[in-house]
């Protein structure tokens, strides 16, 4: 008797462990396979950090156990098979040869590139492709470029606002909980100089049989990644990752709100969820997430200022980089309205630089794979933007050392948000600022030998001289942005002579930096 054909290849990528997703809603044990594939392809593409492989290739496994245990044929090559090619394409390639499915099935992947391979292995295979809408998101790529058409500008705001209306979310008869869209001004607290108090410790996952295997695996094939795995206590499958889920919502939620910005020397996580890289693998549904959100708010325990601006977060800028991101792909990627060119310091690899900052950032995302919002936008992303790093460059950095980082989500976020490098779809002004933002919302300042308030001379902050510099450099492309004209007028007010020692000075640094030797990227 022979074997059934195969009806449906259905694909299953590692930011896809949803098991609600489309693929599984007519899914038949007798005549379809799922098909998963650890590769090393995906660690090198960037230099993927250890903690970001582990996260990835964890969570897989522990998804591959749970659609074993609702009894689903599963083809699944492990990173450390001997016979795997170590690309998607060729191992999909391989098993199609095999199995000779009638069609390959897959939730649209969150990257580009592998959308693009997964088209070139179908055509090469004459194969059809079917390419399933993500019902993970709140909102569909199609609504998001319906929304952006015939706009000037497209900002978070205004689909956030219809968003929230669409799905009844902090709304009350049409308007807005509270009377406001949003509570910005209400969260942008600072520590005293006691620092964070009464902080509770997140919960930790102590890595089981599964991630121990993994850890191995990472250390043995890819040594030379960046990062380590020593802190690695991350929830890689859907039970952790709502306990994880409970946890931030019991102890956290309610102080995010007013200290979401703030950050403090040798505190990675403060009130911040570390959910992201959980709901960036479909561990968590952004749903359940913006839900129990709302009940802590609706049963009293939660202020609504912290309430609402976690909500925006998911249901507001998440949704709106990946419609971004699918709008206008792929020349996005391409693009550097502020025409940077500076090579990445090699210190973003190491953290050996004397600025505190940047020293304390970095090696907490070598430690942990993890910094939150702020670190990223104003310590390593505003020091790329000052020195005027290629934005192709520090976007491969981002990609590389974040657990949480998917093309989708990473590359909006660096490229529009971070580095004004879209020229301004996204951010209506460059987000720069001199060291005294960091010293005011942080303690980093106060263990650096660099002065936040000194321009130019030996003890001047690099994050001040640049920032002057990059006002006198861009002054005349910036000239007709509104929300940057302060900032603008500030410069016309320095002396001659005190902006050619700042561009002198600037320059200088930039050569400091190009001459630095190569980096281990490694970090140890």
């Not at 403060?270 to 959980?278: F, G, K, Q």
């Not at 976690?310 to 391409?334: A, C, K, N, S």
């Not at 630089?353 to 942990?368: E, F, G, H, V």
Request: net charge neutral; glycine share 6%.
């Amino acid at each position: 008797m022979s074997k059934t054909p195969i009806r449906h290849l259905v694909v299953i990528f590692g930011d896809q462990l949803d098991h609600d997703a489309l693929i599984f809603d007519d899914f038949d044990k007798d005549r379809d396979m799922i098909w998963m594939a650890e590769v090393l392809e995906e660690s090198q593409v960037v230099p993927s950090h250890k903690v970001r492989t582990a996260m990835f290739l964890s969570a897989m496994r522990h998804f591959h156990v749970e659609l074993i245990q609702r009894n689903l044929p599963v083809e699944y090559t492990k990173l450390d098979d001997p016979d795997n090619e170590q690309t998607f394409a060729k191992e999909l390639a391989r098993t199609i040869r095999r199995l000779q499915p009638e069609e390959i099935r897959v939730t649209q992947p969150g990257e580009f590139r592998v959308l693009e391979a997964l088209k070139q292995v179908a055509k090469g295979e004459n194969l059809p492709l079917n390419v399933l809408a993500d019902p993970h998101f709140f909102s569909q790529p199609e609504e998001f470029a319906k929304h952006a058409e015939g706009r000037k500008e497209v900002r978070l705001e205004y689909f956030y606002r219809e968003l929230r209306k669409k799905h009844n979310i902090l709304m009350a008869n049409g308007k807005p909980v509270g009377g406001s869209w949003n509570y910005d001004k209400e969260n942008r607290g600072t520590f005293s100089k006691k620092g964070p108090v009464d902080l509770k410790v997140t919960r930790k996952f102590t890595p089981n049989k599964i991630t121990k295997q993994v850890f191995e695996i990472v250390n043995t094939l890819l040594p030379e990644n960046p990062g380590n795995l020593q802190n690695f206590d991350w929830p890689v499958c859907r039970n952790d990752a709502l306990l994880a889920l409970s946890d931030f919502i019991e102890h956290r939620l309610a102080d995010f709100g007013k200290f979401q910005d703030a950050m403090w020397q040798g505190e990675p996580f403060l009130y911040h969820s570390r959910l992201s890289a959980a709901l960036n693998l479909k561990l968590l549904n952004p749903r359940e997430v913006v839900a129990a959100a709302v009940t802590a708010y609706q049963e009293g325990n939660v202020p609504l200022n912290a309430t609402e601006g976690f909500i925006r977060q998911i249901l507001g800028w998440r949704e709106y980089v990946r419609g971004v991101y699918w709008w206008l792909m792929p020349d996005y990627v391409q693009r550097n309205a502020m025409n940077a060119t500076q090579d990445l310091p090699e210190f973003y690899w190491t953290a050996e630089t004397d600025m505190n900052c940047m020293s304390s950032t970095i090696k907490q995302t070598l430690d942990y794979g993890y910094a939150h919002h702020i670190q990223r936008l104003m310590v390593t992303g505003l020091f790329a933007l000052l020195l005027g790093v290629d934005p192709k460059q520090i976007h491969s950095w981002y990609l590389a050392v974040y657990l949480d980082a998917v093309e989708w989500v990473e590359l909006p976020n660096t490229l529009g948000m971070s580095q004004f490098a879209d020229g301004g779809v996204m951010a209506s002004k460059p987000y720069i600022a001199t060291g005294k933002y960091i010293d005011r919302m942080s303690n980093y300042c106060k263990g650096c030998r660099f002065d936040p308030n000194q321009k130019t001379g030996e003890d001047a902050c690099p994050f001040t001289t640049l920032y002057w510099d990059y006002l006198s450099r861009h002054q005349e492309a910036l000239s007709k942005n509104q929300r940057i004209s302060l900032q603008l007028r500030n410069l016309e007010r320095l002396e001659g002579e005190e902006i050619q020692a700042i561009k002198k000075q600037a320059a200088t640094l930039r050569k400091q930096i190009a001459n630095k030797p190569p980096a281990d990227k490694t970090g140890r």
